[in-house]
Structures are given as C-alpha cells and as structure tokens.
C-alpha cells in the first residue's frame, strides 16, 4: 500500500520567514496530492492541492511543489505569520480495495515565533 | 451552519464499556469516513462509506462497527473498550467517492479516553 512520509515533525521559524515542510510517497499510481491544515482542537482542513500533472501551484502565501520522478512533494509558505502556527498533513491518494482513499503523513507542528 | 457535527466532542469512560459516536453532515455529500488520530497526531483512515455502503474497512478489530442510517450519518459504534482505543476520532464527508481531486470535510473530533 501507499506509504507517505513527512518532514520534520517539528518545525520553528521566525514571524515573516518561509517555512517548508516535504513529504515523500510510495506508489507512483497516486495522483493527487492535498495539504490540510488542523488547528488546536479542530478537524484538519484543506489549504491547497496539487495534482500529478501539474509541477507546481501557488494560492497567496502557500505553494505546493510535485516531483513525480522523485516522489515528493512540498509545502512552502512564504511571509509567515502568527496564525499559521498548526499541524500540517500532507495526503496522497491511493486506490485501496477498489476505492481511491487519502494516506496521510505523519503530521510537522510549525510553530511561528513573534 | 456546522458542515460535519459529530457528538460527543469529549467521551470518558472505563474499560469493557460499550459507546458511541455520532456524526452527521449537512453538505449532501455521498461519501462520509471515521478517522483516528492517535496521541502522536497519525491520521488514519478506519471506514469509507458511499450512500450507504461499506467501501473501505481497513484493519480495525471488529470491536468497531459502523452504522449508515442514511447518507447524511455515520455512526461508529465500540463495543469492549480498550485502553489502546483512547484518540481523537474524525468523522469527515467528500462529495463524491472516486473524483480525483475529492475535497475532506472533517467535524471537530471526539476525543475518547478509555480509563
């Protein structure tokens, strides 16, 4: 099956520097990619996504890059501010049992320091 | 208007006891899933329902057993507690099972722990 792998876990930068979290996956089948966001105590929530035959996509302050030679993808968001301070998941689909499900990686804690 | 609800939003209770989880969607959307987020913050897929049938089962104990009344309703149903079931459970929706680029709405979680 699908396995995603992100990194870091943990990551701390200074209010108005990038911040870029990257995640590898398995199965080169997978076809699209998403990014939630989850705020304490809230459900993940979708912030962008790629899909596998695009490069590259870009909405304000967050942007996604795909290499599907390499099998991964990344996550950069640019001017950081307090309120982007959450956990990020990143997801590939992958076709399971006959249905397309999302796998998610394990999660980066991005703290944003005032 | 709370897209995805679910209740309750926090569940204590003891070992060997019987619970539930609701959840319900208001975005007519066909396909509705349990998730469990373990204390490390893993996010993984549990049951994937569509108008009512069962699509995806993952490796969860026969312990949990979901229940679609309709497709607005997903309920997750734990018989026997285990100290090892203590997460926060998510109840999403997506509009359609198979499209590519199928949009996740979860509810806010129920956090369970099992004393």
């Known amino acids: 099956g699908e396995n995603v792998e992100q990194h870091p876990s943990t990551l701390s930068v200074q209010e108005g520097d990038s911040a870029v979290i990257k995640c590898t996956y398995s199965?080169?089948?997978?076809?699209?990619f998403p990014w939630y966001k989850q705020e304490l105590g809230k459900g993940p929530q979708l912030i962008i996504d790629?899909?596998?035959?695009?490069g590259e996509k870009k909405d304000q302050r967050i942007a996604v890059t795909l290499n599907k030679t390499a099998k991964h993808f990344s996550l950069h968001i640019t001017e950081t501010q307090p309120e982007d301070s959450a956990v990020y998941f990143c997801a590939a689909k992958h076709n399971s049992q006959g249905a397309q499900k999302l796998v998610f990686g394990q999660g980066t804690r991005l703290t944003i320091n005032p | 208007d709370t897209a995805v609800s679910q209740t309750p939003k926090y569940l204590v209770t003891q070992m060997g006891n019987d619970k539930s989880i609701k959840c319900e969607q208001n975005?007519?959307?066909?396909?509705m899933y349990w998730y469990k987020q373990d204390s490390k913050k893993f996010l993984k897929i549990m049951f994937s329902y569509n108008n009512k049938e069962l699509i995806i089962n993952e490796t969860v104990p026969n312990r949990f057993s979901p229940k679609s009344p309709d497709k607005a309703h997903l309920n997750l149903h734990i018989n026997s507690l285990e100290l090892g079931d203590s997460a926060v459970y998510f109840c999403a929706s997506s509009q359609v099972l198979r499209s590519l680029n199928e949009k996740l709405f979860f509810g806010s979680g129920t956090q369970l722990s099992v004393l």
């Open positions: 199965d080169s089948a997978s076809n699209y």
């Open positions: 975005l007519g959307h066909d396909t």
């Open positions: 790629i899909r596998s035959n695009v």
